[in-house]
């Protein structure tokens, strides 16, 4: 049975594929300690100028000047969705925060937050919705036509017309909500035809974290393309023998009785090459007797042919998901990197490719986890004396829990009456049967066996129509599933920020998610909000 990485890294018991544990408080001091280094002049340029353009924040100034002169960082990054896409871009975000105040108080220096926008992917359908939850239980589900062959980076993209008929969607749902005027408002400081995704994204988050200093940046800037070129020379170069180590690391971890999260492709590069400039498509490179083939693409490429274009035009090469923390290493100095557990569980494929350039891999933290919980729901629970994590049961699981058992009353004294007398009856002529051939023994006791596993699971068949007979119960244990549990995932994956922002505040929100992060113990928390 394939166990979790994640999971099991979470306890420290997966710590050897990760080099260090965030919990080691030795370990992270040493994490800080050989991260520290000035930012690049260029580096430091690009990014203060792009945080220029955000909301005011003495914090984040103090910060930037803090990565100039040689601090370190905690970086998380995200896709760049609609409307902040799920919360748990938030807890991303707020754990960054945290766990860079919880260093710099530990070290006594300066330890910055940095949240690295994730524009250089395309798959703009993954982030071109969000979902509100709605007075009545159910959900909102806003969301801007794209298409499956979108293969453009997200740095180049604009919103189209339709998101403003996502805000006045979004407005007749949450507008005369407590604090919805002024959270709609900012959301059209941002979200605004023609504006681009990362830029509507960026204002509205740093607005948000703007008490915190926030240091956000952009990978897919014309200007850092120069220090990206080497890792995507080293990516086509040396192709081959990066991919052997990397699967080699993948036989490690399943040998282990782990799944690897991200597939490696033999002797494929871990950049993607944008053939018809900077602002095209991008494409995946697998090999080919002759050099590389694009995977969806027509062209075809050799490796001096590929480096003729990076040293010509930097900017039409993109990073792959296990490329992309190289980068982020290369350009910042990131002493420890928040993820969630699909990015916590890749990194343990990690250590060979940060071995291939030289590099030590950061202390890697999982994000803080919440489900948020409201007066009503938490009545609920009360009510039914049941967890918040119970909400992640079945919903026929969930009623029987409800109800305090399975099968009882009638339904269990059906078990007791059918099977008593059978067994009875079996017993008495048992020897008999036996007496009748050689086998036989072991026949009755599977005859018993299914015998009782077939009344049981009549009898519970019968318990779960009655418990749905029950429209008011059921009524509640759906509500609860979707306020907690919606659509069969956590509520962190599936719903956005707006609804909890306009009925509470969106900084207030944020104030209660920083304040209630233990940083160094990550662990799924229930929140209240009232």
Known sequence: MTRSVYAEYLNGSAAAFYGAHFADSAARREAVRRARRPLSPRVADVIEEQCSRLAASATRDAHLRALRRGAAAVVTGQQVGLFLGPLFTIYKAASAVAAARALSAELGESVAPVFWLQTEDHD??????????????????????????????????????????????????????????AHLERLRRHYKPRARWADAFAGLLAELFADDGLVLIDPRDPRLAEAAAPLHRRAITDAAAIADNLTERCRELEAAGFASTVHVRAGAPLSFVHPLGAVGPRYRLVPTAEGYAEVGGERSHDVAGLCARLEASPTDFSTSVLLRPILQDTLLPTAVFIGGPAEVAYFAQL??????????????????????????????????????????????????????????GEVGDLSQRLVAPFEQTLRELQPAIEAAGQGLDAAVEKTRVTVAGAVAKLAGKIENARLHRDEGLLREVRHLRQRLYPNGLPQERVFSLPYFAARYGDTAVVRRVVDAIDPFAPKMKDLSLR
């Not at 919705?129 to 801007?144: K, Y």
């Not at 009503?376 to 029987?400: H, M, Q, Y």
């Open 124 to 181: 703009l359908p993954e982030i071109a919705e969000c979902h509100v939850p709605r007075a009545a239980g159910d959900v909102l589900t806003l969301r801007i036509a794209s298409s499956r062959d979108h293969r453009v980076s997200l740095a180049h993209c604009e919103l189209p017309p339709e998101v403003d008929d996502c805000l006045s969607a979004l407005a007749s749902e949450i507008g005369s909500l407590p604090c919805g005027g």
């Open 351 to 408: 250590p060979p490719l940060y071995a291939a350039y030289g590099m030590t891999m950061p202390i890697v933290l999982p994000r803080a986890g919440f489900r948020l919980i409201e007066d009503a729901t938490a009545k609920l629970l009360a009510r039914l004396r049941l967890e918040p994590s119970a909400a992640s049961l079945s919903e026929d699981e969930l009623l029987a829990a409800a109800r305090g058992s399975m099968v009882g």
